[in-house]
Structures are given as C-alpha cells and as structure tokens.
C-alpha cells in the first residue's frame, strides 16, 4: 500500500493561522448579546445544543476516533464551575469535542469572533454556546456577566489558548499568560485538556486520544500576575508532558524566517 503523503504547513510564528476560512476578518456585529433572557431564544438554543451533542458524538467518536484517558479528575470540579485548558489542532473537532466531554453539564467555549464568519456554523455557534471574545472594552462588561452566569450554574469553560488551529500538530505551542486571568478571577479549578495523535490499526490518519489533568488551583498566596504565572506554567508544562504520548505525525510543520 502506498504510504500518504502528509500535508506541509509553513509558519513564521506560532500565532501564524494556517487554516484560512472564507470569512476570516469576521466581526461582532452591533447589538450582538452574550446572554439572551428570550424565552423562545433559549429554548430553541437548547434544542440546537443537544442536537449538536449527537453530532459531537458521531463527529468525534467515529471519525476522529476520539478515546478520553484520566477524564475521572474532571469529578473533582464538584459543585462549580471550572476552567478547561486544550491546545487546538481540529477546525471543527475543537467545536464539537467540548459538548463530549462536558457531559451531563454543559460546555460553553471562548472563541474568536473569526468564527463567527465560519458558514453554517458561525451562525449556530452561540446557540451551541460559544462565548465569544469581545472586541471592544465596551463589551467586556457583558461578555464577564455571560461568563460568570455560567460558571454560577456550575458549568465549564473551555479555552484554546494557542488561539490558532494548527491541524494535527502534535506540540503545545506558547500561549500567553493572560488566558489566565479567568480562573484566578474567580478563583475555581482548571484543567488541562492535551489532545494527542496515534497511530491506528486500520487506518492512516491517526486515532485522537484526550489526556485530561487537573484540578489546578490558584496559588492565593501570590500576588495576582504571579498567580496567573504559576497557573500558566503549571497546565503548559502538563501539556507539554502529555504531548509526547503522541507518536504520529499526519501533517508537516516547517518553519521559514522572516
């Protein structure tokens, strides 16, 4: 059998995008709401979410060939909300596997408003409840409220703080240390989420296998930013960790200098 032959990426810097969509410079529009009060607005956004599970299932379990290991330390969360860290290597995988791992709670993802401009799903993705990054300070305010509201009902937030999809890479890139400031705001747990590749039996495109970690705390004995550093270095560090369980490589990356 002929052995494929894997896709090449070339990036300058890690916070490079890849992955190009055919509304990339897509913007919050005005009057845009984070958290809807509509009756019929939210039931019909609760319909669309569990609909969107199934998908996630079937997306996730039977093409991606998603399998969870340490998933058991996600019990510790309790009766709270919490934080989860992933690095992110699938356009639409990184969608849909939130809504399979929040299971029975609910996910609610902080994405980019580049997403918003993604056909179909853009439309679909707040329903399916995606917070989405404000960008102006004036939206900030509404955007915290959402958040908070959600982490209140003891549901989790998830975050891809490498902010880029990098198909199938099977390193953790850097991410800034401000990605933080959620958790050691509000002072509940977070964990790691380290997406790894695998070689399969039957097929060439590698199984997908979910190492999960945690609960991290914030050190309140540190000064805030230091907080935010020690959170920062401890779940990159796990990642970095946990990433070298992959053992494939399905696609290229070749760095060029500028």
């Known amino acids: 059998m002929t052995k494929r032959a894997s896709k090449v990426f070339t990036y300058h810097d890690f ?83 939130p809504m399979l791992v929040a299971v029975p709670r609910r996910a609610y993802p902080i994405a980019e408003p580049a997403n918003l401009g993604i056909p179909i799903v853009g439309r679909l993705l707040t329903m399916g409840g995606a917070l989405i990054l404000p960008a102006k300070l004036s939206q900030m305010i509404q955007f915290q409220r959402a958040m908070n509201a959600r982490l209140d009902q003891h549901q989790r937030v998830f975050i891809y703080p490498e902010a880029h999809v990098w198909p199938y890479y099977t390193k953790i890139r850097p991410f800034p240390v401000g990605a933080f400031h959620y958790p050691v705001a509000a002072d509940l747990p977070s964990y790691s989420m380290t997406i790894t590749y695998q070689k399969g039996r039957l097929f060439s495109r590698p199984k997908q296998v979910v190492y999960f970690d945690g609960p991290f705390m914030p050190d309140k004995s540190l000064p805030r930013k230091q907080r935010q550093q020690k959170l920062h270095d401890q779940i990159h560090a796990q990642m970095v960790t946990r990433s070298h369980q992959s053992n494939v490589s399905f696609m290229t990356y070749q760095h060029q200098s500028h």
């Open 15 to 97: 916070d490079d995008d890849v992955v190009f969509t055919k509304n990339q410079n897509a913007t919050i529009p005005e009057g845009y709401i984070w958290l809807h009060q509509n009756w019929f607005y939210r039931v019909t956004a609760t319909v669309v979410y569990w609909v969107a599970v199934v998908v996630s299932f079937v997306y996730c379990r039977l093409y991606l060939r998603t399998s969870f290991r340490n998933k058991r330390c996600l019990r510790t969360q309790g009766k709270r909300g919490a934080f989860i860290y992933a690095n992110h290597t699938q356009p639409l995988g990184d969608a849909l596997l």
